[in-house]
């Protein structure tokens, strides 16, 4: 099985690189076969602008431009995606939510006709978020951070594509004294992917079938 993981950290020597590091070193002990791509969208110069060009083919006026056909086609790829990325302001980076606002497009992800219901078309997918915060857990919890980030990533984004989201961590390196036993769960993380994504792709599998 494969997994995507898609990382946004204009650093490569951040920690959110090491998360990934570690996260993907995870799946190749997961079992004979696994693999994984890392998706760097800061060293690929992923353009995360929503243009005229992006607004044509939501409307269905217009294909979708060769670069965002690419990520579309990776994710086809990935039997699991996994999005690794530093809380910016509550929420994920511009580059990373630029890159969902283009890729995740209207036609791909998702069915949007006039007047009709929603088709969610990634119902396939099993996504995992780890995002890596630099506040205290008290901060997260007494401002209620935790449940705010969950609507708007795992609910708004993925629930409306239908895209399950499996599991969804925050790591949270000020609360612990070594920032290794972090590392060791991103590894953990790889580890178990495809246990915990397992089901859906079974499904998605039992339908081709």
């Known amino acids: ?5 898609v990382v946004s950290h204009p650093n490569p020597a951040s920690f959110t ?13 997961s079992g004979p076969g696994n693999s994984f791509e890392i998706a760097d969208l800061a060293a690929e110069g992923f353009d995360p602008r929503f ?11 217009a294909p979708s431009s060769a670069d965002v056909t690419a990520e579309q086609a990776r994710i086809d790829r ?5 999005l690794v990325y530093p809380v910016y302001w509550w929420s994920m980076p511009g580059l990373l939510k630029g890159w969902i606002d283009r890729v995740f497009s ?6 949007d006709g006039l007047g009709a219901k929603v088709v969610k078309k990634l119902q396939h997918l099993p996504v995992h978020l780890v995002a890596i915060g630099g506040a205290d857990l008290g901060t997260y919890e007494r401002h209620g951070y935790f449940d705010a980030m969950r609507t708007q990533i795992d609910h708004g984004i993925f629930d409306y594509c239908g895209a399950p ?16 036993a972090h590392l060791d769960a991103a590894r953990n993380i790889g580890r ?9 792709r079974r499904g998605k599998a039992a339908e081709a079938a």
């Open 51 to 61: 243009t005229s060009a992006d607004i044509a083919a939501h409307l269905r006026e």
């Open 106 to 111: 209207n036609g791909w992800a998702y069915d």
């Open 78 to 82: 990935a039997d699991a995606l996994v």
């Open 1 to 5: 099985m494969h997994a995507l993981i």
């Open 17 to 29: 690189h090491s998360v990934a590091a570690h996260l993907a070193e995870g799946v190749t002990l």
């Open 192 to 200: 178990n992917l495809f246990d915990a994504s397992g089901a859906s």
């Open 165 to 180: 989201v499996k599991t969804s961590e925050f790591l949270l390196p000020s609360e612990a004294q070594d920032p290794s």
